[in-house]
């Protein structure tokens, strides 16, 4: 599949490549890399954390993100809860640890829609870097639920299915309204 990362635009829901499941990327190529540059273009001008391929309409398992430090989250945490870089995640792979726990989350591809999502609160990724290293880190707090909303979307899963239902209530009519616009993109 050749792509053409300048044409690349974040997805709004009901965008059937939302709930597509991601390929493992083979090699590492200029084209992956450019991807990658663009995504996190995107990511930044839509004042997000975290942005996956298949909301960019690449059925690839990549991801960035880049969780600024705040009085809440920091980087010197243990594990750390923000990372203050922007990072990009190449097949990556997810240990949970801890019992989930539920907190407000948002997604760049379902404006306006925000609800409790229950994530472990701690998460060790193995990934593979743009320039083909692989690594293992653990991180806790929002750097671990981003991790864990990112992974999701390269298996077809949005918040809407992880919700709890009274958040599911509470944005029944802004889905609607998404539905009704048909999913285009946003960006």
Not at 97 to 104: H, N, S, T, V, Y
Request: charged share 25%.
């Amino acid at each position: 599949m050749a792509v053409d990362p300048q044409k690349l635009r974040i997805e709004i829901y009901p965008a059937p490549c939302l709930r597509e499941r991601a390929r493992e990327v083979g090699e590492i190529t200029p084209e992956v890399r450019h991807v990658v540059a663009r995504m996190a273009e995107l990511m930044v001008e839509a004042e997000g954390i975290g942005l996956a391929a298949t909301q960019v309409g690449v059925p690839w398992r990549i991801f960035v993100c880049r969780v600024p430090a705040s009085e809440r989250w920091s980087p010197d945490d243990d594990p750390p809860t923000a990372n203050d870089r922007l990072e990009a995640f190449i097949n990556p792979v997810i240990e949970a640890i801890g019992a989930p726990e539920a907190d407000e989350e948002g997604c760049l591809s379902l404006p306006d829609i925000r609800g409790d999502v229950l994530r472990s609160p701690q998460v060790t990724i193995s990934a593979t870097d743009v320039e083909g290293n692989w690594f293992t880190r653990t991180a806790g707090g929002l750097l671990a639920r981003c991790w864990q909303h990112e992974l999701d979307h390269l298996d077809g899963v949005l918040i809407l299915d992880r919700m709890t239902q009274m958040g599911r209530l509470k944005n029944r009519a802004a889905l609607r309204a998404l539905e009704r616009q048909g999913g285009s993109a946003g960006g």
